[in-house]
Every structure is written in C-alpha cells, then in structure tokens.
Nanobody, 121 residues
Framework: QLELVESGGGLVQAGGSLRLSCAAS????????MAWYHQAPGKQRELVAA???????NYADSVKGRFTISRDNAKNTVYLQMNSLKPQDTGVYYC???????????????WGQGTQVTVSS
C-alpha cells in the first residue's frame, strides 16, 4: 500500500552534517503528516521532527536549531537536514507517515526500514 525508503545515513564526526531522505511510494493514499523518529541504542523510538501536509513543522527540543525537516510534494519525499551533529544523535532514524483513514480523525502509521546514523567524537 505504502512504502517508505530512507537513505542518507552514514558515519560522520561530531559537528558534521547529514541529509536524510525518505521517499514514499504507492497509490491510493493521502499522507497527513510525515515525521522522523530516532532510536538510540537501548532507548525507545522518539519523535525528532514532523511536517504536516500544509507545511507546519515541530521538533524535539534536543534537535531544535540543528535539524530541519522539509518536504518535496512533487517527489513525495521528506528530508531531514542534520547539522552540528552530536554523538548522542547516533542511532537509527526511521521515516513515518500518517495516512488518512476511512473516518475523520483516523490515521494509519507506516514506517520505513530505518537508516543508521553514527556520530563519532
């Protein structure tokens, strides 16, 4: 129904930058919101940044001012520009899409496979 494919992860030194991409493919869906989640080793998956279909954004306090989420509706792709990376940013980053359901207020979650980000000190 909907496939999310992340890319752009890798190994960088502290203070460096990465740009993650998440491409959504499929048919017959309407995405209400896309987001990036971070799962550090041994930790729960937590919201990093989100962007609505209207372009509104929100960020976790830990990344505010360093990360920027953006979208390209024509390409059905969402990006996460990560600057001033810190070792604690290390982990798997997952793309999430909330897809409109049958009834107002009902959404379904889809997840990508994740992309690894490692920040060395």
């Amino acid at each position: 129904q909907l496939e999310l494919v992340e890319s752009g992860g890798g190994l960088v030194q502290a203070g460096g930058s990465l740009r993650l991409s998440c491409a959504a493919s499929g048919s017959g869906f309407t995405i209400n919101r896309m987001a990036w989640y971070h799962q550090a080793p041994g930790k729960q998956r937590e919201l990093v940044a989100a962007i609505t279909s209207g372009g509104g954004t929100n960020y976790a306090d830990s990344v505010k001012g360093r990360f920027t989420i953006s979208r390209d509706n024509a390409k059905n792709t969402v990006y996460l520009q990560m600057n001033s990376l810190k070792p604690q940013d290390t982990g798997v980053y997952y793309c999430n899409a909330k897809v409109r359901g049958e009834w107002v207020g009902v959404q379904y979650d889809y997840w990508g496979q994740g992309t690894q980000v490692t920040v060395s000190s």
